[in-house]
């Protein structure tokens, strides 16, 4: 059964930094493209970045791009999203998403149940 | 970015009812689409990708069509599980993906 466990979520004041993770299981980790979509408190989806199997395509969404850095550990069988210089309107529900392919380009066929990330003073 | 645009936002229903939902692109985006259903503190689900196909488990009364710009979601007799937000995203523009606002279905 494919897992996908998120954490590291938080309240955060502006402008500080935060790191989550996503921890896999249930499928060979390497070989799946992975990403990460928020969804702020009452509102819709928002793809924010995403990595391909091998780290070798990687992209981001521009309200976070120059932000936020993706990352993941094959070995760990684990998911990362670094985020700096937090903003208020990066509050919202974080999900780990799973590809149904080792490319970027795709659905995202498994979610986790998301970390909460909260930037207020 | 592509805008994806969902129509209605909001839609009441019977079960039993037959339902269509509609997305639309900002520009051609092929086949490139994708389906969610979500429900009220649960993370998305995938009903349907490649716009027409249907998700490994997902039942046969969820369909999807059309491609270019103008798709569908259709639930054909609608059940007391499938009240919910469905989400239509599309994957054409790589590693820029969007997602439309969403369409609740509610009970009537």
């Known amino acids: 059964e494919v897992q996908l466990v998120e954490s590291g979520g938080g309240l955060v004041q502006p402008g500080r930094s935060l790191r989550l993770s996503c921890a896999a299981s249930?499928?060979?980790?390497?070989?799946?493209?992975m990403h990460w979509v928020r969804q702020a408190p009452g509102k819709g989806l928002e793809w924010v970045s995403g990595i391909s199997w091998n780290s070798g395509s990687i992209g981001y969404a521009d309200s976070v791009k120059g932000r936020f850095t993706i990352s993941r550990d094959n070995a760990k069988n684990s998911l990362y999203l670094q985020m700096n210089s937090l903003r208020a309107e990066d509050t919202a529900l974080y999900y780990c998403a799973k590809a149904p392919s080792a490319m970027v380009q795709g659905s995202f066929d498994y979610w986790g149940q998301g970390t909460l990330v909260t930037v207020s003073s | 970015a592509i805008r994806m645009t969902q129509s209605p936002s909001s839609l009441s229903a019977s079960t039993g009812d037959r339902v269509t939902i509609t997305c639309r692109a900002s520009q051609g985006i092929s086949s490139y689409l994708a389906w969610y259903q979500q429900k009220p503190g649960k993370a998305p689900k995938l009903l349907i990708y490649a716009a027409s196909t249907l998700q490994s488990g997902v039942p046969s009364r969820f369909s999807g069509s059309g491609s270019g710009t103008d798709f569908t979601l259709t639930i054909s007799c609608l059940q007391s599980e499938d009240f919910a937000t469905y989400y239509c995203q599309q994957y054409y523009s790589y590693l820029m993906y969007t997602f439309g606002q969403g369409t609740k279905l509610e009970i009537k």
């Open positions: 249930g499928f060979t980790f390497d070989d799946y493209a």
